[in-house]
């Protein structure tokens, strides 16, 4: 069984859960779960993607945040408009690190923060005049091809029909205009805005322009945000095996590319958690089956090429492949090799967002380090459990957020592969419309706990003595006053790439450096010593 430091897993979630009030207890430990990995990959449940109890430091987002800030943020040439208070877009603007390479005649509104500002007048009599207002202005400054209109909390409190401002705007524009109830309390976390810019963007913009590239093997890559770059690495890669990326969701983006990518016959997924909503209804309509991909990792980008060049099934295409994976991988190699020795054994906690938590790990591995702990903070029980169990599932989102009905479309459906094709691929190993989840990846008696919260991380952090935590700023210096390294893996601490061959080697140097500096050592907080305050809660 897993033990570190003398604690067994049951005993550290123990640990975890002594400090709270019985109810509290009881609930949290519905959601911290030690890890068992049985026959046919049955892993134990894991409460998830339920409200933060009240009164603990969550580090989740909110709705709008996943709306505004992750899915369609990084599409560019969109125009987007927060209405609310100043203060949602001023936090929105800029503060996740998605790149985008605009070429010299497209539009780039990213470097802009467009917000209503609204105010105690239009919150007391409603604020749809100075949306239409504000959509009228910035329609005469910047000429864009779409706008979107972003709901912040007060807008759904006082009942603004953003979607009737977006109809009557687009018939006076001309344009796509198109809004999100996506207002911060929609759901528990920044997964619901997920879903509800998943259904605005496929319901407002995908298949809206005829596709007018060409390309042998086209594929969308779902679920990337190029954050730090990774984005750039992979078009990089793909391109170098012959691949056409006709659009990625939403990393580098634009929303012409999204409008064309029903031309695809194939999408691969990155992030599960963020966009498998659109990888199932762009299935249903146009008939483009999707695989989960994972690029994050040497290894894992390896099997994932292989992967694609397997769906395409054109020796050509496998062979061009195989020959760029064993270019890239001499470098790869050469680097792994000197710095796996100063990592190896080494122990590591990973608590991010809702899929980056599962593909950091294959990372880790490479450079022979132990996951003794991992979680996601939105994620739902499919991302730890696995889609089968899907079907089984309510959950917050259910009630709050629609589920569009999505039929085949009559004029473009059409299937890229028969089902005899798709089983043969499932036999290949290829999980057709499939992701098993964290948890079968990760050992058994580790950790697994969701919406781990500021407490814990620090109880964790006696608990184990790891030589890395992974998470974000939020946790950031928290953690290093204990004099232990910190990996923000949100925005990548200003670094990056890390996907890919080359995100690969920029990663096991950036990892080397920090758990093998010595200024760790020499860290030692004043109250260590002496501390000058002791206190206990009422019912100890
Ligand atoms: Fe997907 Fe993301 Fe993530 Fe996410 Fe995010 Fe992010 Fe993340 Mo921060 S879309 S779930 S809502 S991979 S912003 S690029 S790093 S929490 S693990």
Redesign the pocket.
Known sequence: MFEYNTVTPDEAKKELLDKYPAKVARKRSKQIVVNKVEKGDSVPEVQSNIRTIPGIITQR?CCYA?CK???IGPTRDILQITHGPIGCGYYSWLT?R?QTKPNCVEDNFMPYSLSTDMHDNEIIFGGEKKLKQAIEEAYNIFKPKAISIFSTCPVGLIGDDVHAVAREMTSKLGINVFGMSCEGYKGVS??AG?HIANNAVFKNIVGTQPYKGSGKYKLNML?E?N?GGDSFELERILEACDITLICTFSGNSTQVAMAESPAADLNIV??H??INYMADMMEKKYGIPWFKVNFIGAESTTKSLRRIASYFGDQELIDNVEKFIKAEMEEVIKVRKEIYPRLQGKTVLIY??????H?YQDLFKELGMKVISAG????HRDDYEGRKVLPLKIDSDSRNIEELEVNADPEIYRPRKTPEEIQKLIEMGIDMSEYKGMMVDMEEGSLVIDDVNHHESEMLLELYKPDLFCA?IKEKYVIQKHGIPLKQ???YDYGGPYAGFKGAINFYKEIDRLVNSKVWGYLKAPWQDSPQLIANYVWE
């Open positions: 987002g996943g800030g992750v899915v996740r998605n920044q997964s997920h679920g945000y954050i990155m992030c958690r963020s991010v967002g809702g899929s980056r938590a593909h996601y903070e939105f994620a974000g893996l949100h925005n």
